[in-house]
């Protein structure tokens, strides 16, 4: 492994992994590939802009010659997909762009891995196993996706297996649980939770806020993707995630308590439609490799909101165009 096209790296788990991958593989060179959606921003990559291993190349994943092009011209041996679109709410408004991305998308980076006898990596969602009722999903468990989102992200997930077995590229999955950390765009709950409470604008939480998640920091889920990118069994799907839960209505109220805010700020509103109310990762497989997390839920977010405290030059002026009108039709309508 030597030259990485990390697809997607210009959005918030991407660039993280590029910074991490940067520093700590002096030989490896890494080429971000990515569209530049609403969610994708150079500036997440600011730092890393004069490291001379460091290219970047705008372009679609859909985009097969696109694709073949960059990974002919860098000498490419490896593709990491974090390209998706990946915002459960916007694929309940319109799933065109999720179809297209996270599952046409992943096939013409399966073929050029085919083509070009790559190692692929995919960065995959634990929404896939949908609403965990009771007990912790295995890599194994049926796929049950329940929102569009999830549905595509599966998809992805089929083909996958589909290529290895039929084709024998050489892929391996993560299916990882929740991020927070810098550079999250603010449309999801955390990052929008921190900077509408910075602004005294109240946070809206989905129905009774009792759902679960598991709210892993950023740099553990990317020191996973390393380690099984390197040391993951080909074929093979690893969960990533802490296995500890919160209820959102706790991850809103510890926002508050660390910015000193009151409690009053957090406004119940109508839920997210066919909202899975717990999802919960069993990773025994990726610790039996080696991993642990480094951050708990608590350190993470003090983390979290610490960086969004320091960060205004980041994260103000996406709360501002497109962003408004996604606001406005998300959240009008939920009072
Ligand atoms: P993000 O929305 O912040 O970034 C997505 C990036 O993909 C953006 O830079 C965007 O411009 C790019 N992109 C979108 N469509 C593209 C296309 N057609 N071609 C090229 N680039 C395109 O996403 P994220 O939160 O960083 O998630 C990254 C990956 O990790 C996704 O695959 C997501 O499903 C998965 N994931 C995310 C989380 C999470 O909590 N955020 C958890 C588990 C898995
Ligand atoms: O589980 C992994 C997934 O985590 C990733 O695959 C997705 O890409 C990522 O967006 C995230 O999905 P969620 O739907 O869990 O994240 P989100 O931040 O949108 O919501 C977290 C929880 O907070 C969820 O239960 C819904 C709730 N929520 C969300 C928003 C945006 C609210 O209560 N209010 C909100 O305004």
């Not at 990559?45 to 001379?52: F, G, H, I, M």
């Amino acid at each position: 492994m030597k030259n990485l096209l990390v697809t997607g790296g210009a959005g918030f788990i991407g660039s993280n992994f590029a910074r991490y991958m940067l520093g700590k593989y002096p030989a490896y060179c890494l080429v971000v590939y990515d569209k530049l959606t609403y969610a994708g921003n150079l500036e997440n990559l600011r730092d890393v802009e004069t490291n001379s291993r460091y290219a970047f190349v705008r372009g679609d994943i859909c985009d097969a010659s696109g694709v073949e092009r960059a990974v002919r011209e860098h000498a490419i041996d490896t593709i990491v997909n974090f390209a998706a679109e990946t915002h459960v709410d916007r694929s309940i408004m319109d799933a065109d762009a999720f179809i297209q991305t996270d599952v046409y998308g992943t096939y013409v980076l399966l073929e050029a891995a085919k083509k070009f006898g790559l190692r692929y990596h995919q960065v995959g969602t634990d929404e896939v196993y949908g609403w965990v009722e009771q007990g912790s999903s295995r890599e194994g468990d049926p796929l049950e996706p329940r929102s569009p989102y999830a549905a595509s992200k599966a998809g992805g997930d089929l083909l996958i297996h589909a290529y290895f077995i039929t084709h024998d590229v050489q892929t391996t999955i993560t299916r990882g649980a929740n991020n927070i950390g810098p550079y999250q765009f603010p449309e999801k709950a955390v990052p929008l939770f921190v900077t509408n409470a910075i602004d005294n604008i109240p946070l809206p939480l989905y129905g009774d806020g009792k759902q679960q998640r598991d709210y892993q920091f950023v740099l553990d889920h990317c020191e996973a993707i390393d380690l099984v990118l390197h040391r993951g069994k080909i074929g093979e799907v690893y969960n990533v995630g802490t296995g500890v839960e919160t209820h959102n209505i706790d991850m809103a109220r510890l926002v508050l308590k660390l910015l000193n805010k009151p409690e009053s700020l957090i406004q119940h509103v109508v839920d997210r439609k066919g909202h899975d109310r717990r999802y919960s990762l069993d990773v025994s497989k990726l610790r039996a490799l080696g991993w642990e997390p480094a951050h708990t839920f608590e350190a993470g977010l003090a983390q979290t909101v610490k960086w969004y405290v320091e960060n205004e030059w980041w994260w103000r002026k996406l709360k501002s165009g497109e962003y408004r009108e996604y606001y406005r039709k998300q959240y009008e309508e939920r009072k």
